[in-house]
């Protein structure tokens, strides 16, 4: 699978929009890009996934660049419960397989 | 229903004891999954079941290191004769195998493995 790169931190105010970056230049035609986060004591919890296509479901918004060399992952009205260590991955289409993390960005939502 | 359940949620052993670690996948489940999470580090895969086969085990770090699935649910990961480099949440996650579509893995908590 392709590694992806992601900064290590970053933080926002609450109420506002999260725009969470990664890059993952070296992905492959048959290989979606996955979230997951992963709140404090927790196991890590799936959040999005796609192809090419920008996604949206009740948690987030993927956007997926056009070369698909790069993703951000939008979490539109960030709450403090958003704060988590969140994960890109990038995994072959079809593959009930195993999910290669990174270290993650860690989110925090700021009072 | 129930998700994945995972116990103990902590231990504690002495080096060189044994440990043995379960995990309740959710009801139905073909495939479960074992991962292993050092401090401050993201899940790295330890091995994988479909079923009660076990198809990959490339993950686990030595021979000390065991998994089962016997009937194809309830799984025990054992780690014999703990040493400190083992200590580290161990995740369970379990998912459906739906031919072509993307299989959403479900994590338990984790058991948080502490060797003195």
């Known amino acids: 699978d392709a590694k992806t790169t992601q900064p290590p931190s970053m933080d926002c105010a609450e109420g506002r929009a999260a725009n969470l970056p990664c890059n993952h230049s070296?992905?492959?035609?048959?290989?979606?890009v996955y979230w997951y986060r992963q709140i404090h004591s927790q196991g890590p919890q799936y959040i999005i996934h796609?192809?090419?296509n920008n996604e949206t479901n009740e948690m987030a918004s993927l956007i997926i660049t056009e070369d698909r060399k790069s993703s951000t992952l939008i979490l539109p009205h960030a709450t403090l419960r958003d704060t988590a260590v969140y994960y890109c991955?990038?995994?072959?289409?079809?593959?009930?397989?195993?999910?290669?993390f990174g270290k993650g960005i860690t989110l925090s939502v700021r009072p | 229903g129930a998700g994945v359940s995972q116990s103990p949620r902590y231990k504690v052993a002495k080096r060189g004891q044994d440990v043995a670690l379960r995990c309740d996948p959710i009801?139905?489940?073909?495939?479960l999954f074992w991962y292993q999470q050092a401090l401050g580090q993201g899940p790295e895969f330890l091995t994988y079941?479909?079923?009660?086969?076990?198809?990959?085990k490339s993950g686990l770090p030595s021979d000390r290191f065991f998994a089962e699935r016997p009937e194809g649910s309830v799984s025990t990961l054992k780690i014999q004769r703990t040493q400190q480099e083992d200590s580290a949440v161990y995740l369970c996650?379990?998912?459906?195998?739906?031919?072509?579509?993307?299989?959403?893995?479900?994590f338990g908590p984790g058991t948080r493995l502490t060797v003195l």
């Open positions: 796609g192809l090419k």
């Open positions: 009801s139905g489940h073909v495939s």
């Open positions: 996650a379990s998912s459906l195998l739906l031919a072509g579509g993307y299989n959403e893995q479900f």
């Open positions: 079941f479909q079923n009660e086969a076990q198809l990959d």
């Open positions: 991955i990038v995994r072959k289409i079809g593959a009930n397989s195993k999910l290669t």
């Open positions: 070296t992905i492959s035609g048959n290989e979606y």
